[in-house]
């Protein structure tokens, strides 16, 4: 067997035991089968035993057997839990197999197009990996075209958008993928610096304000249906992994969340997504830039009102 087909199979084994919880031999096999894998023969023992070996020497992912009973198989120990870029790899693998395996679903499961992913990722993973300096020509926008050299520390994916955080002639700096031009790969070679990538972007929201000072974010979700109960949203999927909610300060009306990040514009973006469903609270320098944002697209609606009204 090849070994795409083999990690597929690693993958499936993964996400049905991660779904079942504790799920036996025969179980195992009974869904093996309904996939089709391997052109629908039984799952030997032998076999899945060897993949279970495999699985922990490549993902670290232990699957053992209970022992008694009905003899469960279940996972005792998922390092990918706490290894993100892993988790994420291996939940796109999963939705792939399951694509794979139930071919009249594909238009059935719409995903976000990236476009910023296809040209120039694979180049700059490689150049990351391989510790190698590349030469880009980079447009930002508004701006014109300018060519320089750059060290590519880590990638990271935002808003459909996929950035490159590395450094360059001045300093560390976040560049869009779909702002560059070209890439030449150069026979340069750097060392990786005393940085630790997910720490670079811990306490923002996005990829700006590096430099910024953290500060307590502190604003309320309003509960009703008008505002589209932003608290339950908020609880689901937090606008910050810092985020806190102060029960003290909540009422009925709203509920109270706190933050430790730095104000960027993608958080005074993220915040003007929810529209009048929050209201920033504090810091009060925060709170007045998102009042002068809201008088201005006030200002700007009204005055095209009165446009199309003559």
Known sequence: MDTKSLVSNYVWLISFI????????????????????DGGLELSKRTFLRHINDIADIFGIDIEC??????????????????????????????HNFVCDSQQLKKRILLEDIPSGQKFLTTIIEAIRDLTVLHIWYQGFGKHESDFEIKPICVKLFRQRWYVYAKSQVGNRIYALDRINEIEVTDKKYKFPDIAPDEVFNKTVGVSAFDAKVEKVRIKAFKDKQHGYEDCYLRS?????????????????????????????????ELLRHMDSIEVVSPFSLRDEMKRVTEAMTKRYKKSAKTKAK
């Open 237 to 269: 999927l937090p606008l910050h992994k810092s985020q806190r909610e102060i029960t003290n300060l909540s009422t009925d009306e709203y509920a109270v969340f706190e933050y430790d990040m730095k104000v960027s514009f993608d958080l005074k973006q």
């Open 18 to 37: 991660r779904r079942r919880g504790r799920v036996p031999f025969k179980e195992i096999n009974k869904a093996w089968q309904r996939t089709e894998r």
């Open 66 to 95: 209970e022992g008694c009973g009905e003899y469960n198989y279940f996972i005792t120990n998922d390092d990918s839990k706490s290894d993100t870029t892993k988790e994420w790899l291996l939940n796109s693998m999963s939705l």
